[in-house]
């Protein structure tokens, strides 16, 4: 049984790297947004799975995320469940740019369910597809192994998330990772983890943005309260950015978390990633 320290000293090593594409398999070819190195993470990850919990991929968009955990964990000979969430819609844009072998639809908001259920069809019933918005779905699956977290794109989100998926992470084991962690306009997540600084150990920084996570103690209730983020004035929401930079210090450069500052400081009281974006693309005066 690996102690927190011989976790931490494993990541530090960053073992992933050796991942290579032959290894990834049929996940080699499903598409995704991850970058190369968070793909090899996630294969990596899947492969590491010691208990018999549920692997967790909130924000799949083509099933690129699940793909990868999937390949690990059959090279591992594991058969965990892996649940992934998203509406399973998508942009012309998106669909455009990430797979651009397949027709592209006639209009935005595109089925994606076809391509996904086509992408993951070599791991057949191990995958669970959860179609709709996370915010209207509650998780009854038991512990978590591994919670891949891509779709808190607000505050209101990642509170939500937090409520439903964290309690059942099981401390010294499952791994948490924030996708999105070191966006700019996603101040709310580092606000959310600082405050549950008791409840998690940050494992390694994967770039670009991507942040890993032990959980180290049970996510109770009152833990839940200190990292709720959606009810936090700038002020506090600052306070709090300011003290992940503190947190992180070693792992990631302080210019992330002064880039989040400006952010809340030029959006006053924004609490959703693409409302922070736009407003940020909008001619000032
Ligand atoms: C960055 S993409 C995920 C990329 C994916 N993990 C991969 O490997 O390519 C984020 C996804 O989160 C989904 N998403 C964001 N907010 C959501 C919500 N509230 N409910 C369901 N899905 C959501 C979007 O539909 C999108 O497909």
Same mark, same amino acid.
Not at 20 to 33: I, K, S, Y
């Given at each position: 049984?690996?102690? $927190? ?5 494993e ?26 190195e *968070?793909?090899?993470?996630y ?8 208990? =018999? ?11 690129g995320?699940a793909?990868?955990?999937? /390949? ?21 844009a ?11 639809? *006639?209009?935005? =908001?595109a ?13 057949? =019933? ?9 915010? =209207?779905?509650?998780w009854? $699956?038991?512990?978590?192994e591994i919670? /891949?977290v891509d779709?808190?794109?607000? /505050? ?7 409520? *439903? ?33 008791d ?24 833990a ?18 300011? !003290? !992940? ?14 880039a989040?500052? *400006? ?10 990633g ?6 940020? !693309?909008?001619?000032?005066?």
């Open positions: 049984m690996q102690t $927190g320290t011989d976790i931490v000293a990541f530090a090593a960053r073992p992933w790297a050796a991942v290579t594409l032959a290894d990834l398999g049929p996940a080699a070819r499903v598409p995704t947004m991850l970058t190369p *968070e793909s090899q993470l294969h990596w990850l899947g492969r590491r799975v010691q208990g =018999d919990g549920a692997v967790v991929d909130l924000g799949a968009y083509a099933g995320s793909a990868r955990l999937l /390949s690990g964990l059959a090279a591992a000979g594991r058969a965990n469940p892996v649940h992934s969430y998203d509406r399973f819609r998508s942009s012309r998106f669909w455009a740019r990430f797979m651009p072998d397949e027709p592209l639809p *006639e209009a935005d =908001d089925d994606l369910l076809p391509v996904v259920r086509r992408h993951l069809a070599p791991w057949g =019933d191990q995958v669970v597809l959860h179609v709709g918005d996370i915010g =209207d779905k509650q009854a $699956g038991g512990p978590i919670l /891949s779709a808190a794109k607000g /505050s209101g989100m990642a509170d939500h998330i937090a409520a *439903e998926f964290f309690p059942m992470l099981v401390p010294g084991r499952s791994v948490v990772v924030q996708q999105d962690y070191l966006m700019a306009v996603q101040p709310w997540l580092c606000a959310q983890m600082v405050g549950m600084r409840q998690f150990q940050p494992l390694a920084h994967v770039p670009k943005v991507g942040l890993v996570f032990l959980c180290v103690a049970p996510v109770t209730r009152a839940l309260a200190g990292g709720r983020v959606h009810d936090l004035t700038d002020g506090k929401l600052m306070q709090r950015v300011r !003290a !992940a930079a503190d947190w992180h210090e070693g792992m990631v450069p302080r210019g992330r978390f002064k989040m500052l *400006e952010q809340i400081k030029a959006h006053p009281g924004v609490r959703l693409w409302q922070m974006k736009q407003a940020a !693309a909008q001619p000032k005066g």
